[in-house]
């Protein structure tokens, strides 16, 4: 194989390929109002969904293009049976050196050491108020007190972990200093996000948006002091330091976009490939991979894909002089792919 096949690529603004979120599956057993708030979903053809041979195909094609770090998500991943399998795979077989999972948290006392044992190196919990009743009312689950334990699950096998949450004006904007305390109890660093208009979020607005500056001012009101800690990746989070030392971030998406030096590209269970969040269509992987299109052919589709990349969706968004719903539900029962539990947020 030639070497430029197997060269790291940028994109047309310079970004690299540094990073991919694999959605195993599309199904949830959550049905939080900001992702999943309708009663009916379009899912995922079953024979659609690509086997784990498939999975690690393309995963190698994207490490030969620079990616270092995958991301397993969903939908709720750990749905999907055999996942530490997976993990196993792409650590012995691809060696990725670092390989982490997002999930709502409810199944990870039964799963978190044999994901452990696996290889995997972080866990993310989503996780976004302290409430049972409040959590019922986001999710219509009453299943609480099952991702407080899978967050200690986390925590006894992994020592630390991070744990997500989506800040909601009226919702649980005045959650964020028990959210930090919780987090310091558990030894876990809380991410803060603003609330985002993408894929199912057909309920939202931009009142409900908590902003990265709101969220500063009333941390800071209580806590004092408050220091920014110098960028050193290109995660989406930045970081802050308390002053007995507690570090939290901010994923502020919808206010300050970071696409200047995102480095994610997304492939949904069924195997589209998406360069971005707020993408309205993406490029198909599997049809290729199921067709017997070989490896060189894979990294020279998804090399081209990459360079041609110029996406910047939050930064369109934040231009936008009406800014209303991305997608109609109409158009989500049209194509799932659109759906923020499909595409793996």
């Given at each position: 194989?030639?070497?430029?096949?197997?060269?790291?690529?940028?994109?047309?603004?310079?970004?690299?390929?540094?990073?991919?979120?694999?959605?195993?599956?599309?199904?949830?057993?959550?049905?939080?109002?900001?992702?999943?708030?309708?009663?009916?979903?379009?899912?995922?053809?079953?024979?659609?969904?690509?086997?784990?041979?498939?999975?690690?195909?393309?995963?190698?094609?994207?490490?030969?293009?620079?990616?270092?770090?995958?991301?397993?998500?969903?939908?709720?991943?750990?749905?999907?049976?055999?996942?530490?399998?997976?993990?196993?795979?792409?650590?012995?077989?691809?060696?990725?050196?670092?390989?982490?999972?997002?999930?709502?948290?409810?199944?990870?006392?039964?799963?978190?050491?044999?994901?452990?044992?696996?290889?995997?190196?972080?866990?993310?919990?989503?996780?976004?108020?302290?409430?049972?009743?409040?959590?019922?009312?986001?999710?219509?689950?009453?299943?609480?007190?099952?991702?407080?334990?899978?967050?200690?699950?986390?925590?006894?096998?992994?020592?630390?972990?991070?744990?997500?949450?989506?800040?909601?004006?009226?919702?649980?904007?005045?959650?964020?200093?028990?959210?930090?305390?919780?987090?310091?109890?558990?030894?876990?660093?809380?991410?803060?996000?603003?609330?985002?208009?993408?894929?199912?979020?057909?309920?939202?607005?931009?009142?409900?948006?908590?902003?990265?500056?709101?969220?500063?001012?009333?941390?800071?009101?209580?806590?004092?002091?408050?220091?920014?800690?110098?960028?050193?990746?290109?995660?989406?989070?930045?970081?802050?330091?308390?002053?007995?030392?507690?570090?939290?971030?901010?994923?502020?998406?919808?206010?300050?976009?970071?696409?200047?030096?995102?480095?994610?590209?997304?492939?949904?269970?069924?195997?589209?490939?998406?360069?971005?969040?707020?993408?309205?269509?993406?490029?198909?992987?599997?049809?290729?991979?199921?067709?017997?299109?070989?490896?060189?052919?894979?990294?020279?589709?998804?090399?081209?894909?990459?360079?041609?990349?110029?996406?910047?969706?939050?930064?369109?968004?934040?231009?936008?002089?009406?800014?209303?719903?991305?997608?109609?539900?109409?158009?989500?029962?049209?194509d799932p792919h659109l759906e923020m539990h499909t595409r793996g947020g």
């Amino acid at each position: 194989m030639n070497q430029s096949a197997t060269s790291p690529v940028t994109d047309r603004l310079g970004r690299p390929l540094g990073s991919l979120r694999i959605s195993v599956t599309d199904r949830c057993n959550l049905r939080c109002q900001y992702c999943m708030p309708e009663d009916e979903y379009a899912w995922l053809s079953k024979s659609d969904i690509l086997s784990f041979d498939e999975l690690v195909a393309l995963a190698r094609v994207f490490t030969g293009l620079g990616v270092d770090r995958i991301r397993l998500t969903g939908g709720e991943p750990l749905l999907r049976p055999g996942l530490s399998d997976l993990v196993a795979r792409l650590t012995s077989e691809l060696r990725i050196p670092d390989i982490a999972l997002t999930t709502n948290g409810v199944l990870l006392p039964r799963h978190a050491g044999a994901l452990q044992r696996a290889g995997l190196n972080r866990i993310t919990v989503s996780l976004d108020t302290l409430d049972s009743e409040r959590f019922r009312r986001l999710s219509r689950r009453g299943s609480h007190a099952d991702s407080l334990r899978g967050i200690d699950a986390a925590v006894d096998e992994f020592g630390r972990l991070k744990i997500d949450t989506v800040v909601m004006r009226g919702f649980n904007h005045d959650e964020l200093v028990p959210l930090i305390e919780f987090g310091r109890s558990r030894n876990a660093e809380v991410r803060f996000i603003e609330y985002m208009d993408v894929g199912g979020a057909t309920g939202w607005s931009a009142a409900q948006v908590y902003s990265r500056d709101q969220i500063l001012a009333d941390l800071s009101a209580h806590y004092g002091d408050i220091h920014q800690m110098a960028k050193t990746d290109a995660a989406p989070a930045d970081r802050f330091r308390l002053s007995d030392g507690t570090v939290f971030g901010i994923i502020s998406s919808t206010t300050t976009p970071f696409c200047g030096s995102c480095d994610r590209s997304r492939l949904t269970a069924d195997g589209m490939l998406l360069r971005c969040l707020y993408a309205r269509t993406g490029t198909d992987l599997r049809g290729p991979l199921r067709a017997g299109v070989g490896h060189e052919r894979l990294t020279t589709l998804v090399r081209r894909q990459w360079a041609d990349r110029n996406d910047q969706g939050a930064v369109e968004r934040l231009g936008s002089r009406h800014r209303e719903i991305f997608v109609s539900v109409d158009s989500l029962r049209r194509d799932p792919h659109l759906e923020m539990h499909t595409r793996g947020g």
